[in-house]
């Protein structure tokens, strides 16, 4: 029976007792098949690691389908091709991330360590206090997760790096989706991740010629190995 609709609908047709997604910007392992809403026929198939913001890039519209919802679900929705026609997508969502760290504060006693500052969404603000950077790496838990140690699974984070002398971001994840595995870090930072829990906040300050730079890395899950393909 063919299917059109004017407007974006959607509706749980399995709904899964998995973490929630809560935030726009909340990594999500979801498998995606569109189908010619006239036709039935399958246009495209794909799994891969999606934000809502990306899957608007994918499909306006498709945004809607991951708010609020659930990992585990399976999320059937119609919406217009553009062309006076509709595409009808069938969304599975496999895994999903935590938007930011959650755990237990821990509290730490080092002096002139940086500290940290949150914004609501997780983001985190750095401020590099006016001594010395320090001649060793220090690793610090600022907040400890309640979920599995990292170990060798392919990790989903949040990285933030500010230099130490200058103040400055010299490199931040936050503003897109959160990234797979570590080759882009430190491996000082890359061994902090593996002892962690999903659901950590970390502070890695590594020493450089005189200056050092400072990682805040929230590690947010461990994709499957299933789902790793």
Request: with cysteine; proline share 7%; aromatic share 4%.
């Amino acid at each position: 029976m063919p299917v059109q609709t004017s407007g974006v609908e959607f509706a749980d047709v399995i709904v899964g007792d998995g973490p929630v997604v809560t935030s726009s910007a909340q990594a999500s392992v979801v498998d995606v098949t569109y189908y010619d809403g006239a036709s039935g026929d399958k246009l495209q198939e794909g799994t891969a690691l999606w934000d809502a913001a990306m899957l608007k890039q994918q499909a306006p519209g498709m945004e809607a389908v991951l708010t609020c919802v659930t990992e585990g679900s399976r999320v059937v929705a119609s919406l217009p091709d553009g062309a006076g026609g509709t595409v009808v997508a069938v969304v599975d969502v496999l895994y999903t991330a935590l938007p930011k760290a959650e755990g237990h504060d821990v509290f730490n006693t080092a002096n002139n360590l940086p500290s940290v500052v949150r914004a609501p969404d997780g983001r985190p603000g750095v401020i590099i206090p006016d001594g010395a950077a320090p001649t060793k790496t220090v690793v610090e838990t600022l907040i400890e997760g309640e979920g599995d140690v990292v170990g060798d699974g392919v990790p989903l984070y949040q990285a933030t790096a500010v230099g130490w002398n200058d103040r400055a971001v010299q490199n931040t994840t936050w503003d897109g989706v959160a990234p797979v595995g570590l080759d882009a870090l430190p491996a000082e930072v890359v061994t902090a991740v593996q002892k962690a829990t999903v659901g950590s906040q970390l502070l890695v300050v590594i020493p450089a010629d005189g200056d050092a730079t400072a990682f805040v890395v929230d590690v947010l899950g461990v994709i499957p190995p299933e789902l790793l393909g």
